[in-house]
């Protein structure tokens, strides 16, 4: 079984930066497009970036120009480099990996931006 643990969540105050690492096992990495995920308490989950297995990424407008993502095929790893965080990004983050006709997604981490 797949298996997807995400880490690198936090608090840190508006303006400042997180990164998020998403460590996947017991798959061939290198197939399959990574993304991230959010979801605010309350609201519903929406897509954060994504990465293909080709290396071509897409952003949320929400984060365009401030979170970057990508991918580590050796170290089996995709990263989200956070960027002049805002409150409004505060959620709990969700790595999902596509592979074939399955979809993973690992437990999530917390990312509270304070103001």
């Known amino acids: 079984q797949v298996q997807l643990v995400e880490s690198g969540g936090g608090l840190v105050q508006a303006g400042g930066s997180l990164r998020l690492s998403c460590a996947a096992s017991r798959t061939t990495f290198s197939i399959g497009a990574i993304a991230w995920y959010r979801q605010a308490p309350g609201k519903q989950r929406e897509l954060v970036a994504g990465i293909s297995s080709g290396g071509s990424t897409n952003y949320a407008d929400s984060v365009k120009g401030r979170f970057t993502i990508s991918r580590d095929n050796p170290k089996n790893t995709v990263y989200l480099q956070m960027n002049s965080l805002k409150p409004e990004d505060t959620a709990v983050y969700y790595c999902?990996?596509?592979?074939?006709?399955?979809?993973?997604w690992g437990q999530g981490t917390q990312v509270t931006v304070s103001s």
């Open positions: 999902n990996l596509v592979q074939f006709t399955k979809d993973y």
